[in-house]
């Protein structure tokens, strides 16, 4: 891998940037510098500011202070449209396409190719796959990209960024839901536009993907820079310690006992039998016991997500039985799964975790009011009480109860659904 | 649980105060109350009087738009309640007229929440088909005569008083109360804004939204046919052709006035209520000033159009891109 020269001028260099909201400071003079042809890692702990930094840098929302240049020229975009037609695009973990239109009409979305006034949808679908052909890409571009997997989904995110001549290309955490063979997929067209001299700003939260494909790093904490440093020969301990801002050592003596409960042959807290529905999932067997921890692995497509979706009554079973505590029990609504001590983390946070408009206080007793029923309102105090403590617990920034969850970082409002999940078990 | 104070709720009820005082300079007498046959009355009395049936599909309709849904047959749905009701007057008690009016407002609503909730019909199409159907149906019930009765106990739900104050503004006020307490005063409030706010991560937190769903629709049913039963009992008749003839689009306007959005989540009864004594008030200001009637639609509209330029989130977007920039370092 050919690392840029260092004494190339910079694509993008952004300097002191700073926004505050309210009177929380979410960035605090950060710096950034990407070369052409750099594919750029910024690295931080959830709410350290990363996603800040892009939508400031991009425009979506307004800085306080700070200065973008583009090529040495200063820019000040003010929306993500002005950034995009700048040279700046983004691409966000949750594709920010249309499921419902073709491959091809979200490549051309607002510059289909028209002839008087018609769109020419033959011409469009021939561009189109002249356009993901370039990126080893080879499908049926008249299909929904619904039909698609989340990896080929990104791929047009970029594909169109880049056709709309973005010379700065912005990915944020595009690796979060893709499987290993998806991020191979990824990458390979990430080191196809770095060839191109395209600068790419990458956000992960995987180290082994920053070792694999990046060149540089620009590690953030709690909105300040902590530093840039180039990838080789940089210590993955290092690292962790940039963004941790403590020793890694420090951390890893957390770790729990794990044999603790192996032996554990009492009767499971739940099994699953022959549970499946058709069309959907197989039937499976699934047996949870006290004290586990049961993964469920496999490639996208594989199942996982419908598995868990069943379990909890997302999708209404249609054979099987399910058990808990040694009886049977009929789980058809996430509200019968509840009703048992069930939780559940959806996989896609912004439409199925969080309800954006209520506040972080609402959302993280949503569920255990939905438990109590409608008639046993939860006291102000206790959920006051409640919400602090998972306030604290999951080091929610900034911690204030009144805010609503889609205000949060999207890393943040993320852990807001593990209470709103998990509190109605047990221990209530 | 404490009732939640509206705390948007300043541009409506500056709105609402600003018309009573322009009614008050175009007609000075616009405050003057009289106590007569143990009623009060003066047009201020008159505003919260004529505004009750509008206030009452409100309170219902607020809870319906809460979960992103929207009834359009609430002014039907007054048609029928007003003519069981007026049926039944001069053979039943008046409890009986009352709670027949009511049981069939419950009907009507189930029926547009089965569909919407359970049928998954868009619910402008679901209630649609009874906004339709229900003037028939009424008229079904009247066989298509302007029934009239003579009841004076069923009368009395429009043109009596409790302590002075005209019945129908006791029912409403009383309507609102038992919404309040049922709604802020259970977890139900929270469960409807979830659902509306999003249906999908409130499901899978629990909350049963199909029945959130049937049961807004259920109570905007009983509070369109209480409104019915008010009308009916004012013009001492049932009339289906006309009983609360797009009083629907009314019971909408003031809920968006009220601040609540046609996008479902957050909402506020009271304030909704207030957006419905608002249409009141510039409808009796405009009668009152003498202008042709013909003006009021566009008066109307005018009121409309500020109070929701007030409450867009917009403005202050314009305002700070008309204000000169801030300087950026």
């Known amino acids: 891998m050919d690392t840029p020269r260092a004494d190339a001028p910079p694509l ?73 037609a700048t040279g700046i695009a983004t691409v966000y973990q949750e594709v920010n396409l249309l499921p419902n239109l073709s491959v091809a009409e979200n490549l051309y979305l607002g510059r289909q190719p028209t002839r008087f006034g018609l769109v020419r949808s033959a011409e469009m679908r021939r561009n189109a796959r002249a356009l993901l052909a370039g990126f080893g890409l080879d499908i049926d571009v ?60 990458f956000v992960t939260h995987f180290l082994d993907q920053v070792y694999a494909i ?100 997302a999708e209404a079973a249609d054979c099987g039985t399910a058990t808990v ?10 509200r019968d799964a509840v009703r048992h001590g069930f939780g559940f983390c959806p996989e896609e946070r912004k439409t199925e975790g969080i309800v954006a408009e209520l506040t972080v206080r609402e959302n993280i007793v949503l569920a255990l009011q939905a438990r109590r029923g409608w008639t046993r309102p939860l006291p102000r105090r206790e959920q006051d009480e409640i919400t602090a403590r998972f306030i604290r617990l999951l080091d929610i920034r900034p911690a204030d109860p009144d805010r609503p969850i889609g205000l949060l970082s999207g890393a943040t409002s993320r852990r807001c659904c593990l209470p709103a999940g998990w509190r109605p078990i047990r221990a209530c | 649980m404490p009732i939640r104070l509206p705390r948007a709720g300043t541009a409506q009820i500056a709105a609402f105060l600003a018309i009573l005082a322009i009614n008050w300079m175009v007609s000075p007498q616009f405050f003057d109350i009289r106590l007569q046959d143990g009623r009060l009355f003066g047009s201020i009395i008159d505003v919260f009087n004529r505004g009750a049936p509008v206030a009452l599909l409100a309170i219902g309709m607020v809870l319906v738009i809460a979960t992103r849904g929207i009834d359009l047959s609430v002014g039907a749905v007054m048609a029928i309640a007003g003519a069981i009701a007026a049926s039944l007057a001069d053979s039943q008690p008046v409890w009986v007229c009352l709670a027949a009016a009511l049981a069939a407002g419950a009907v009507c609503g189930l029926w547009n929440g089965l569909l919407v909730a359970i049928f998954g ?6 209630t649609l088909i009874l906004m339709v159907a229900g003037r028939g149906i009424a008229q079904l019930i009247t066989e298509g005569r302007i029934v009239t009765f003579a009841s004076p106990d069923l009368a009395a739900l429009g ?11 006791v029912l409403t006020a009383i309507a609102l109360i038992v919404t309040l307490a049922l709604v802020r005063g259970t977890a139900l409030g929270l469960m409807i804004e979830a659902t509306g706010a999003n249906a999908r991560a409130s499901r899978l937190a629990g909350i049963d939204t199909t029945a959130m769903t049937v049961a807004v629709y ?29 009083l629907e689009l009314d019971a909408i306007l003031a809920v968006v006035i009220g601040g609540t959005s046609l996008f479902g989540g957050r909402f506020s009864i009271p304030l909704a209520v207030v957006g419905a004594l608002i249409i009141q008030a510039m409808n009796t200001g405009i009668l009152l000033s003498g202008y042709r009637p013909e003006l009021n639609l566009v008066v109307k509209a005018m009121v409309v159009l500020a109070v929701l330029l007030i409450q867009s989130p917009r403005l202050a977007d314009i305002r700070a891109y008309l204000s000169p920039r801030r300087a950026r370092s």
């Not at chain 1, 002191?16 to 070369?35: E, I, N, P, W, Y």
């Open chain 2, 121 to 126: 019909i868009q619910p402008i199409v679901a």
């Open chain 1, 142 to 201: 008249a299909a929904p990209l619904a039909d698609y997997s989340v990896a080929i989904q990104h791929i047009c995110a970029i594909a169109r960024s880049v056709d709309l001549s973005a010379r700065v290309l912005i990915l944020d955490e595009p690796t979060a839901s893709l499987d290993v063979h998806e991020v191979e997929i990824l990458f390979r067209v990430m080191r196809e536009l770095k060839s191109r001299g395209i600068g790419i700003v």
């Open chain 2, 218 to 246: 259920v109570w905007c049913g009983i509070c369109a046919a209480l409104a019915g039963v008010v009308a009916a009992a004012d013009i001492r008749g049932a009339d289906a052709n006309n009983a609360g003839l797009w």
């Open chain 1, 214 to 313: 990046c060149d540089r790093i620009t590690v953030l904490r709690n909105g300040r820079l902590v530093g840039e440093r180039p990838v080789a020969g940089l210590p993955k301990l290092e690292l962790v310690r940039m963004m941790l801002g403590r020793e890694l050592a420090e951390v890893e003596t957390r770790r729990p006992e794990r044999d603790a409960v192996a032996a554990d042959t009492s009767m499971p807290l739940a099994r699953f039998d022959a549970f499946g529905r058709s069309r959907y999932v197989e039937p499976f067997e699934l047996v949870l016991r006290r004290g586990t921890v049961v993964g469920l692995a496999g490639l996208l497509g594989s199942g996982r997500t419908e598995t868990a979706r069943l379990v909890f009554g």
């Open chain 1, 325 to 334: 505590d040694g009886t049977t029990v009929r789980i058809g609504s996430p």
């Open chain 2, 159 to 169: 043109g009596g008083a409790l302590l002075g104050v005209p019945m129908p503004v």
């Open chain 1, 12 to 84: 993008l260099d952004i300097r002191g940037l700073t926004k505050s909201f309210a009177a929380q400071r979410a960035l605090d003079g950060v710096d950034l510098t990407l070369r052409a042809g750099e594919i750029h890692a910024l690295l931080g702990e959830n709410g350290a500011g990363k996603s800040t930094l892009i939508k400031a840098a991009t425009g979506i929302i307004a800085r306080d202070a700070g200065t973008i240049r583009l090529d040495g020229r200063e820019i000040d975009p003010k929306s993500g449209a002005e950034a995009v």
